[in-house]
């Protein structure tokens, strides 16, 4: 047991070791750019090479947003040396899959969000660019290009107005993406526009202020519910913090929790018992968001 704990600490530090190569490589690849960039250009290499750690830190970051369910393999590493047993590492490892989820569904929540928020200056700019005197194919064109919120049925919407294709149609497809259900609004204001005659841009100015107050009453309600989430994230930190106290008092609570049969049975309730807890209160404050 002790020799699998020893290469697994191997392992991380080997990990480690390769993660700060390909930093310095990174580092070094765009350092050479930049004395490129200077000699055949005269571009300034001072600048090129001052802007190399913050985009190679970004990117890191995103990446480690991107696979931060990851993380928890070498939190459970360090437990499983610190309590000499494998099963922090076999509870990393399920975690793995929970934490992804968790983290993949915050990323769609923060996506349909924006999402929303582009599709109301997507009318904000039409109106905009129709008092300003430009037809309305010419002010979607310049709406869409500006804020983005066609998505991905971008280039089939600015077809369909280009050549005179069915835009209500295709503004209808784009409203079908997640947090996009502004652009049937958009849509309707099209199609009233064209058969009935009537004004596109007292609809659209009309759409976009509901579209703003409910982008507002959205963001009312997340500040509401933040004391709620942080008070579940308190509650769900309360075993590790007794945990450290535990420590700090010369307990070894790690070695009564895994190595006898008490604490195992210990830690098996309370494992589910944290479970349902922090279930149960993210149910209720989701019902409170749906609400």
């Keep these: 047991m002790l020799e699998l704990l020893t290469v697994w600490g191997a392992v991380n530090a080997l990990a480690a070791f390769c993660t700060v190569l390909a930093l310095r490589r990174a580092v070094e690849q765009r350092c050479g750019a930049g004395r490129a960039q200077a000699l055949l250009l005269g571009g300034a290499f001072t600048r090129r090479e001052d802007s190399a750690w913050p985009a190679i830190i970004k990117r ?27 099963l922090p590492l076999v509870l990393g490892a399920l975690a793995v899959p929970l934490v992804e989820r968790w983290s993949r569904s915050a990323t769609l929540k923060k996506e349909r969000a924006a999402r929303a928020e582009r599709v109301t200056d997507l009318c904000a700019a039409v109106v905009g660019e129709l008092r300003a005197g430009s037809q309305p194919t010419q002010a979607l064109f310049f709406a869409a290009r500006e804020t983005g919120a066609l998505g991905e049925v971008e280039a089939s919407v600015l077809a369909a107005a280009r050549f005179g294709g069915d835009v209500p149609e295709a503004l209808r497809r784009a409203g079908r993406q997640d947090g996009a259900d502004g652009l049937a609004g958009v849509a309707a204001c099209w199609q009233v526009a064209v058969d009935g005659g009537a004004g596109l841009v007292t609809g659209l100015d009309r759409l976009e202020v509901g579209l703003r107050d409910r982008c507002e009453q959205r963001e009312r309600l997340r ?43 210990c830690l098996v309730v309370g494992g589910m018992l944290e479970a349902v807890g922090l279930w149960w209160a993210a149910r209720i404050v989701r019902g409170g968001e749906r609400a």
């Excluded at 995103?62 to 494998?86: D, E, K, N, T």
């Excluded at 709620?228 to 929790?257: H, I, K, N, S």
């Design 223 to 265: 500040a509401e519910l933040a004391g709620a989430w942080a008070t579940v994230v308190v509650l769900a930190l309360l075993p590790v913090g007794g945990l450290a106290l535990g420590a700090a008092l010369g307990v070894d609570p790690l070695r009564v929790l895994l190595h006898t049969p008490a604490g195992l049975a």
């Design 60 to 86: 890191w970051r995103s990446v480690l947003m991107r696979r931060r369910a990851w993380l928890c393999l070498p939190a459970a590493g360090a437990l499983a040396l610190l309590g000499r047993s494998p």
